[in-house]
C-alpha cells in the first residue's frame, strides 16, 4: 500500500482531528457534568434522579467550549470551499452536507425518544418537524439542534455574497458580524461588572433572546474570526488580518469567559473560566499548526489519514446523537440493573457506533440520492 494519501492535497487534515475533539469535549460535557447539573433537564428528566457523575465534573464542566471551536472551523471552512463556488454549487453543497445527517439522526433519536415514552405524541411530532425542516426555534428532537439555525444564517450570508459574485467582500462580512458581536458582549461583561441592576437585567434577556442568536450577535466573532484565519493563513497574510484575528480572539475569550459565568450561575458551581479559555486557544493554535504543517500530514500513511478524515464525518452525527438518544440509553441500561460506569460507558459506545454507522454508510448514499435530486433541479433555479 501507497505510504501517502490520495486524499485532495488541499483538505486539511488537522481540522477532521480538531472537529472530532470539538465533538468529544460537547459529549464529554453532557455526559460528565451538564446532564446531572441542568437545573432544567432537556434530555431525560428522569436521568439526575438515577445516577450522577460528580468524580468527572471537573474534567468536562467546560466541554461546552467545543461549539465555539465549531464556529471557528466552520468560518474558516466556508471561506476555503466558496471562493470559487458559484451559487446554487454553493446551496446544493450545503443542502447536502446539513440535510442527511440531520434527517437520519433525527429519525434515530425520534426511535430512542418513543422507546423512552417520556415525550407527548405531539410533543415528538413537533419537535421532530422542527428539527428535520430546520425550524430555527425551539423545541427541536435534541436541543443539539440550537447550533443548526445560527450555522445556517452565516451560510446564507456568504451564500448571498456568492451570488451577485461579491466574494472578495467575506472580510467585510466577517468584520460586520464579528464587531457586531463583541459589542455585545463587551457591553455584557460592562453589565456584570455593574452589578445587579436594570442594565444586567437587560443584557441577561438579550443573552437569552433566540432572535440575537440567529442575526450572530452572540457569535458572531467565532465565524468572522475563523474568515480571518483563512484569510492570513491561506490567501495572504498581512498586519490588517492579524489585527481582526487579534481583536476576535480577545473578544472570543471575553465570550467563553461570560458563558462559564453564567454556566456556574445556572449550575450553582464556582469553576474557573481558564480551562475553557485555554481549551479554545489550544484549538486556534491547532488550526494554524494544522495549516502550515498541512503538506507534512499529507505525507503520513493513507490509513492513518483515512482514519482521520472518518473522524471528522463522524462529528456531526455525534453531536446530534449523543445528548437525547445517548440519554435514553443510559437512563434504560441503569434502570435495567446496569452500574453507572457500564450505563456511562454503554451510552459512549453507542453514540459513537452510531455515527459511525451514520457518516459511513447512511449519509453518502443519502448525499447522493439529495445532490443528484438538487442537480436535476437546477435548470428551474433562476
Not at 19 to 38: C, I, K, S
Not at 131 to 152: K, N, R
Not at 264 to 283: D, E, I, K, R, Y
Not at 362 to 370: F, I
Request: net charge positive; charged share 10%; proline share 4%.
Amino acid at each position: 500500500m501507497s505510504t501517502h494519501s490520495t486524499l485532495n492535497p488541499r483538505h486539511v487534515i488537522g481540522l477532521d482531528a480538531l472537529r472530532f475533539l470539538a465533538a468529544m469535549l460537547v459529549v464529554a460535557y453532557h455526559y460528565g457534568f451538564w446532564f446531572w447539573a441542568d437545573p432544567s433537564p432537556v434530555s431525560t428528566p428522569h436521568l439526575q434522579q438515577l445516577i450522577s457523575f460528580p468524580e468527572l465534573f471537573s474534567a468536562t464542566h467546560f466541554g461546552w467550549v467545543g461549539v465555539q471551536i465549531f464556529f471557528v472551523i466552520s468560518g474558516f471552512v466556508i471561506a476555503f470551499s466558496s471562493e470559487r463556488a458559484r451559487g446554487y454549487d454553493f446551496l446544493v453543497s450545503r443542502v447536502v452536507r446539513l440535510g442527511p445527517g440531520v434527517w437520519i439522526c433525527a429519525c434515530i433519536t425520534l426511535i430512542a425518544v418513543v422507546v423512552g415514552g417520556e415525550w407527548s405524541m405531539y410533543q415528538m411530532l413537533l419537535a421532530f418537524l422542527h428539527s428535520v425542516l430546520f425550524i430555527p426555534v425551539a423545541p427541536w428532537i435534541d436541543y443539539a439542534y440550537w447550533t443548526l439555525g445560527i450555522e445556517i444564517v452565516f451560510y446564507f450570508l456568504v451564500f448571498l455574497l456568492v451570488v451577485r459574485g461579491k466574494f472578495a467582500w467575506i472580510n467585510r462580512l466577517a468584520i460586520a458580524i464579528g464587531l457586531t458581536s463583541s459589542l455585545f458582549w463587551l457591553l455584557a461583561w460592562l453589565a456584570a461588572m455593574g452589578g445587579p441592576g436594570q442594565f444586567a437585567q437587560w443584557m441577561q434577556q438579550l443573552h437569552r433572546s433566540r432572535i440575537l442568536g440567529l442575526l450572530l450577535v452572540h457569535h458572531g466573532i467565532f465565524f468572522a474570526l475563523g474568515v480571518f484565519l483563512w484569510l492570513e493563513l491561506v490567501k495572504h497574510g498581512c498586519r490588517e488580518n492579524r489585527l481582526w484575528c487579534a481583536v476576535f480572539c480577545a473578544a472570543g475569550c471575553l465570550q467563553i469567559v461570560l458563558t462559564s459565568v453564567a454556566t456556574n450561575q445556572a449550575t450553582g458551581s464556582a469553576f474557573s473560566a481558564w480551562p475553557p479559555v485555554l481549551c479554545w486557544l489550544g484549538a486556534l493554535a491547532w488550526v494554524v499548526l494544522s495549516v502550515h504543517r498541512n503538506h507534512r500530514v499529507h505525507a503520513l500513511p493513507q490509513w492513518f489519514l483515512r482514519l482521520l478524515k472518518t473522524a471528522g464525518m463522524m462529528t456531526f452525527p455525534l453531536y446530534l446523537l449523543h445528548q437525547v438518544a445517548g440519554a435514553q440509553l443510559m437512563a434504560g441500561l441503569v434502570q435495567a440493573g446496569a452500574g453507572r460506569w457500564v450505563a456511562l460507558a454503554g451510552a459512549l459506545t453507542f453514540s459513537l457506533c452510531c455515527a459511525w454507522l451514520v457518516a459511513v454508510y447512511g449519509e453518502p448514499a443519502l448525499q447522493r440520492v439529495t445532490k443528484q435530486a438538487l442537480l436535476r433541479a437546477r435548470p428551474s433555479f433562476h
